[in-house]
């Protein structure tokens, strides 16, 4: 059973771009959620979708977007990037949203360099 | 505000040994607790978990301690190997569908090092 897969795995960009990140869940999972990783910050929610609707979302700013398709399959959007956007982009999906015993996977995650 | 922090930032231990890496939380309306393990290169990987009404919980090799009056979290891993070496991280996390869904808190992270 393949796991979850991100693409790009490393992006480079320019301050002012804007980016789109893309996961493929597990097959037959349906929720969606993504994380930011900086050594700063640490693992900071973004946000998350469950049948294509956003559920829950993280404190980051408006820049910060993301949807899901029919199939699951999600990407998030990042616009007007700026310096600090520099993270590690996980993407984690589970068979339905929320709880315990409803284990999340996490994918290897996009490296995103801002420049 | 919600918080989850990791108590020391590297752990070194000779392979064999036990190790406890160690998590404190301020969150009290927690309901359930995880520990992953992320290796250079990958994203997180679950390791264990615990609902928020127990107190202990074992896997293969490792045991997680809750303490809630203290709201401190442990994880105890058993006869430690050089492949246990990674940064390990403890989450928090609330509800079901109708609560905080799949959103986790996550601390800080602990470098686990095993030597030989």
């Known amino acids: 059973k393949a796991g979850v897969t991100q693409t790009p795995r490393y992006l480079i960009k320019t301050r002012g771009q804007q980016v789109t990140l893309s996961c493929s869940p597990i097959?037959?999972?349906?929720?969606v959620s993504w994380y930011q990783q900086t050594p700063g910050q640490g693992l900071q929610f973004l946000f998350e979708y469950f049948s294509e609707t956003q559920r829950n979302k993280g404190n980051f700013p408006g820049r910060f977007s993301g949807r899901q398709f029919s199939n699951s399959r999600s990407e998030m959007n990042v616009s007007t990037l700026e310096l600090g956007d520099s993270a590690l982009y996980l993407c984690?999906?589970?068979?339905?949203?929320?709880?315990?015993?409803?284990?999340?996977?996490f994918g290897p995650g996009t490296r995103l360099t801002v420049l | 505000g919600e918080s989850v922090g990791l108590h020391l930032p590297t752990l070194s231990v000779q392979e064999g040994d036990n190790s406890i890496i160690n998590c404190a939380y301020s969150?009290?309306?927690?309901?359930?607790f995880i520990w992953y393990k992320q290796e250079s290169g990958k994203g997180p990987q679950f390791i264990i978990d615990?609902?928020?009404?127990?107190d202990k919980r074992q896997g293969q090799r490792v045991t997680v301690l809750l303490n809630k009056t203290v709201k401190h979290l442990s994880l105890q891993i058993a006869a430690t190997q050089p492949g246990d070496s990674a940064v390990y991280f403890c989450?928090?996390?609330?509800?079901?569908?109708?609560?905080?869904?799949?959103?986790?808190?996550f601390g800080t992270g602990t470098q686990l090092k095993v030597e030989l």
């Open positions: 984690a999906s589970s068979l339905v949203p929320g709880g315990l015993y409803n284990e999340q996977f």
């Open positions: 097959s037959g999972h349906r929720s």
């Open positions: 989450a928090e996390g609330r509800g079901g569908l109708t609560g905080g869904g799949n959103k986790l808190t």
């Open positions: 615990i609902r928020s009404n127990m």
């Open positions: 969150n009290s309306a927690s309901d359930y």
